[in-house]
């Protein structure tokens, strides 16, 4: 890999730190020829602090580590994406990112979904939505239309009209949701037991 460390005059390059499984930014640093070096060697991601006018491997105080899995080079060959598993919160404040969020799997619209839904199953018995009355109807219920819904997809699957098929196959997993957080459970559960068996 060809990286620019004299583009800047400095000899350092931005490295942007991301959990290589939640996909979060985690924080900004820098690092020179040498503590790039040091990282691929030790497997442990080690920045030039400019503070401090020394090599920093980050953890080395707190213990919180990060592991590194992959680096990218950027298309001007300047800058740095490198995909670690943190053991601890990376920033120094004791917070998961250096922007104060939590370092959480996200699944895009389909966390947000799932928050509608957690909300709804809070205040089931304040709200009127379609969520809320499933719930008060209960897990039967909830299981029910999952099944419902199942059924559905499987009849669309056979026939040719792809607009009902993606209709019900989304009400499958919108109930299949629903059914996940009647058990307590949310959709990263379901994806950490795929993932112990690859």
């Known amino acids: 890999m060809k990286i620019d460390f004299n583009k800047n005059n400095d000899g350092l390059v931005p490295a942007i730190i991301q959990d290589a499984s939640t996909k979060n930014v985690l924080m900004l640093g820098y690092m020179n020829e040498e503590a790039y070096n040091k990282t691929i060697t030790t497997k442990k991601v080690t920045f030039y602090s400019r503070s401090k006018k020394r090599l920093w491997t980050k953890g080395e105080e707190s213990g919180n ?5 992959d680096i990218k080079n950027d298309c001007d060959d300047d800058t740095l994406l490198i995909f670690v598993n943190p053991e601890g919160p ?9 922007w104060n969020e939590d370092n959480n799997q996200s699944f895009g619209f389909l966390s947000e979904l799932e928050g509608v839904i ?3 199953k809070k205040n089931q018995e304040d709200s009127k939505s379609y969520v809320a009355s499933l719930f008060r109807k209960g897990i039967n219920k909830v299981a029910q239309k999952v099944g419902e819904e199942a059924v559905e997809v499987v009849i669309e699957a056979k026939d040719d009209n792809e607009e009902l098929f993606l209709n019900e196959s989304a009400d499958l ?8 957080q009647a058990k307590g459970y949310k959709l990263n559960d379901i994806v950490n037991v795929l993932k112990s068996r690859a």
């Open 65 to 69: 580590i990060l592991n590194l899995v």
């Open 90 to 98: 990376t920033c120094h404040t004791g917070t998961d990112t250096c």
């Open 118 to 120: 957690e909300d709804r």
């Open 173 to 180: 997993l919108f109930h299949y949701l629903i059914l996940l």
